[in-house]
């Protein structure tokens, strides 16, 4: 009897082991979660009450994303009537190879993301890994690619706001004088908004150096995947290089920086979420004072 009875329990094992890899690979990697955020800041004026911003990142064209979930996310996204859109990295995947009439199609349908002033995207990781996709894709695209660089967007108001995205931090070459070169014309604190992929990076933006200004009042990044795999009590399990710091959704800095990150929308390495779903970011800003208190 007790022969048997340990067979049972190891079939019964076996069977729960197969449903939550099933689970995990065909279940937790589809669907979309919108994940939303109040932005209170007294820095902005009035004109910005309820500026949107959407964040979107990791796509891993070619895991367990296809043309059919690009369909669905770029549709959610329009749905959320946003002032800003920005991708922040790993729009490829190392081991997936895109043939250039599929990256067309794959630029025609992000094309058609929709956001009141201006989509931003800045490379991944993984699109230097695929550099050769990503070249093309960005030779594609109607979004405004931001590498070292900046861009200062308006509303009804004559405030900016700045716009800084960095080179990635693990493949690319990230340049932070060049990125923050609008500081050399103007001593201006204005609003910044730092867009990144590995979110480690935020802490080597100054290096230490006193004589660098180099900052950000929020910041949004990627990569992390939020562990991909999280478990109960334990949290992310899957930490890669340039998230062994920062790796959950939120983090305050330093003088009351933020630090949000999303866990994107496909797989890398291995192809499962769990207590993961795929997911974008909603940023509304709320900048009226009496909302505040």
Known sequence: ??????????????????????????????????????????????????????????????????LEEVKNIVSTINNQNADIVVFTGDLFDNNVKIANDNIDILADELNKIKANIKVYGIPGNHDYDNKENWEYFIEKTNWKILTNTYDFIYTESNEPIVFVGLDDYWE???DYKEAYQYLNDSTKDFYTILLLHEPDQVDHINDGNEENNFNFDLALAGHSHLGQVRLPFI???????????????????????????????????LKIRFMNKPSINVYRFYTKKEVQQ
């Open 172 to 174: 690319g070459t990230p």
């Open 235 to 269: 949290g992310a399990t899957v930490l890669p290089y340039g998230s062994k710091k920062y790796y959950d959704e939120h983090y305050i800095l330093g003088d009351g920086k933020d630090l949000y990150i999303s866990g994107g929308l496909g797989t890398s390495v």
């Open 1 to 66: 009897m007790n022969k048997f009875r340990i067979i049972k329990i190891i079939i019964i094992l076996i069977i729960i082991g197969v449903g939550l890899l099933f689970w995990m690979r065909y279940i937790s990697t589809k669907g979309l979660v919108i994940k939303e955020y109040p932005i209170k800041t007294e820095k902005l004026n009035e004109d910005y009450d309820g500026f949107k911003i959407v964040h979107f990142t990791d796509l891993h064209y070619g895991s367990t994303i296809g």
